[in-house]
């Protein structure tokens, strides 16, 4: 079982980074193969033209770095997508990222690598209303459906916009492990059933 943690924070070491690190420990001690990927670390440009049938598109941008990240995202069974709220939405690495999919989600030769993944949503902020993150959870959602995935749950930290300051909230890390870790074993169970 492979995890795969997108990070879309800019800020290694920050609490969103923070929050995936917790939960990929969860989910290497349910036996998972975990890697953690900075989008920023990645020449990903915008999406470009695209033509209006989704089977038929190419990506006019596939000279850059997202073909390597993307043939990674293919190859595990769980994304984790980690992420600051930056103006009520994902940052800007993760947003191309997740534009740049719409060449190839629906492409014959990738379809079927993107159905069937388990996903979990991450997300730290600055505000302290918990009821914000909703305004990228929502969307978040309707990306993970569109992939054909499995949304497994999502953790979101309000009042964290000092780097480091989850530290001070001990009790997220247990319900960021124990998601990695049920994540992992719904995800084994779902593919032994199959």
């Known amino acids: 079982m492979k995890v795969l943690a997108l990070l879309g924070s800019p800020r290694k070491g920050g609490n969103s980074d923070i929050l995936a690190d917790e939960l990929l420990k969860g989910a290497a001690q349910a036996g998972a193969d975990t890697k953690k990927l900075y989008l920023d670390d990645f020449a990903i440009?915008?999406?470009?033209?695209?033509?209006?049938?989704?089977?038929?598109?190419s990506d006019s941008r596939a000279d850059d770095d997202f073909l390597k990240i993307l043939e990674t995202f293919l190859d595990a069974q769980i994304i984790i997508w980690s992420t600051p709220i930056y103006w009520a939405g994902v940052s800007a690495q993760m947003k191309c990222f997740i534009d740049r999919m719409s060449s190839y989600f629906n492409n014959p030769q990738y379809a079927e690598r993107f159905t069937g993944k388990g996903h979990i949503f991450l997300c730290t902020y600055g505000r302290d209303d918990i009821e914000y993150s909703k305004l990228v959870t929502e969307p978040?959602?309707?990306?993970i459906e569109t992939l054909r995935g499995i949304y497994l749950g999502d953790i979101c930290v309000p009042s964290c916009y000092e780097k480091g300051k989850i530290l001070a909230k001990p009790e997220i890390f247990k319900q960021a492990?124990?998601?990695?870790?049920?994540?992992?074993?719904?995800?084994i169970n779902q593919i032994t059933t199959m």
């Open 140 to 143: 978040i959602k309707n990306v």
């Open 177 to 187: 492990s124990d998601m990695g870790k049920n994540a992992v074993i719904h995800m």
């Open 45 to 57: 440009r915008p999406i470009g033209e695209v033509a209006d049938n989704s089977r038929a598109r």
